[in-house]
């Protein structure tokens, strides 16, 4: 008797770690997945962008940031702040956005992120790996802990609380090592008219930007993927 062969689907994320709707996609996405569960194998892979590439070390009071870069009140930024934080809570996520919370430079994340994927074997199985791992890490430790992510400290323990060799992750912050990787990445998906995020792209073709509800992905996936391989 022949084994039937569950498809495969290749999910590439681009994302920040500074993104808090990225976090928001990601828990949406993963509703997606379960619904197709026996019938899809996911194969996700994060790539790099950088919403403020040019934060200095010092990072930046988020408040005063979104206000000074989407020209919004101190009002409006605390309704977004109050918004993102309901719809985190209903998803599972704890979203601490507290007095002393800073944006902060997200180049260095990407670096072990980077690594982190290159890692793992592009044809195995599992949907997720240390990677995904990894990011969750940091979207948790940025986002609900309010620690630093820009801080080589800080990212050698949450590289090391995943798994990852934390001697490794050190001498990577500590050269210039995947920093064109980086680079050329974040070059690539601008290329490909990725201007915000999260940007998820399926099977290598099927863009769907936004923390999109789970509907908007089945419908996707339902029509394109699954319909052309039957």
């Known amino acids: 008797m022949t084994e039937t062969r569950v498809p495969r689907l290749s999910v590439d994320i681009v994302s920040d770690v500074m993104c808090p709707w990225c976090i928001i996609g990601w828990l949406k996405f993963e509703q997606v997945m379960a619904h197709f569960a026996g019938r899809l194998d996911f ?3 994060w790539h790099p962008f950088e919403l403020n590439p040019d934060m200095p070390p010092e990072g930046e009071d988020a408040a005063e940031h979104v206000m000074r870069k989407y020209g919004i009140t101190a009002e409006q930024s605390r309704a ?3 918004r993102l934080a309901a719809v985190s809570a209903d998803l599972g996520f704890a979203f601490n956005r507290g007095p002393e919370f800073r944006m902060r430079n997200s180049f ?4 072990l992120l980077t690594w982190a994927g290159a890692l793992e074997d592009p044809e195995q199985v599992a949907a997720t790996g240390v990677q995904t ?7 948790r430790a940025h986002f609900t802990d309010n620690r630093d992510v820009s801080d ?5 323990e949450i590289a090391a609380s995943v798994g990852l060799d934390r001697n490794r992750a050190a001498a990577i912050l500590a050269s210039g090592e995947f920093g064109e990787m980086v680079r050329t990445e974040e070059a690539y998906w601008i290329d490909q008219n990725i201007t915000g995020v999260p940007a998820f792209i399926l099977g290598g073709r ?9 509907e908007a992905f089945i419908r996707v996936i339902e029509n394109k ?3 052309t391989a039957a």
Not at 133 to 139: C, H, N, Q, V, Y
Not at 152 to 156: D, Y
């Open 43 to 45: 194969r996700v892979q």
């Open 108 to 111: 260095d994340a990407h670096r």
């Open 133 to 139: 791992a990894l990011k969750l890490a940091l979207f």
């Open 206 to 214: 099927m863009l769907v930007p936004g923390a999109q509800d789970p």
């Open 152 to 156: 080589h400290g800080v990212l050698i």
């Open 80 to 82: 977004n702040t109050s």
């Open 225 to 227: 993927v699954l319909a």
